[in-house]
C-alpha cells in the first residue's frame, strides 16, 4: 500500500520560512515525478510546484524565487522550502506522487496523494 505522509507545516509569520517534507512508502520504483498542491479555505486547489526523476523542476509563478522543491532519494523522502511566506500561502499543503506528465498544475492526475499539512502565514 502506498502512503505519502507529510509534515513540517505551522503557523509562521510573514517574512518567515518552513520547510515542508512528504515521506513515501509502498512504492518501489524511485523513477516518477512528485510535487505540491495547496488548497486555501474557500478557493480551489492551485499547482505549486513539481520535480521529475531527473531532478527537473517547475514552478507556479505565485511562488517562483521564494519556494524550492527537492527530494532525498534515499530517504523516499520530497521536500518544499519555503522562504518569505506571505499571508496568501495560507493554505492546506499536499504532495503528490507519479504524476502522468511532470508539470506543476498537473497534480490532479497523480496517483497518489497525501494528507496535507496545515501552513498558516500572519501579517
Known amino acids: 500500500q502506498v502512503r505519502l505522509v507529510e509534515s513540517g507545516g505551522g503557523s509562521v509569520q510573514a517574512g518567515g520560512s518552513l520547510r515542508l517534507s512528504c515521506a513515501v512508502s509502498?512504492?518501489?520504483?524511485?523513477?516518477?515525478?512528485m510535487g505540491w498542491f495547496r488548497q486555501a479555505p474557500g478557493k480551489e486547489r492551485e499547482g505549486v510546484a513539481a520535480?521529475?526523476?531527473?531532478?527537473?523542476?517547475n514552478y507556479a509563478d505565485s511562488v517562483k524565487g521564494r519556494f524550492t522543491i527537492s527530494k532525498d532519494n534515499a530517504k523516499n523522502t520530497l521536500y518544499l522550502q519555503m522562504n518569505s511566506l506571505k499571508p496568501e500561502d495560507t493554505a492546506m499543503y499536499y504532495c503528490?506522487?507519479?504524476?502522468?506528465?511532470?508539470?506543476?498544475?498537473?497534480?490532479?492526475?497523480?496517483?497518489?496523494w497525501g494528507q496535507g499539512t496545515q501552513v498558516t502565514v500572519s501579517s
Open positions: 520535480i521529475d526523476s531527473d531532478g527537473s523542476t
Open positions: 503528490a506522487a507519479v504524476f502522468a506528465r511532470c508539470y506543476y498544475s498537473d497534480y490532479g492526475r497523480a496517483l497518489y
Open positions: 509502498g512504492y518501489t520504483n524511485s523513477n516518477y515525478c
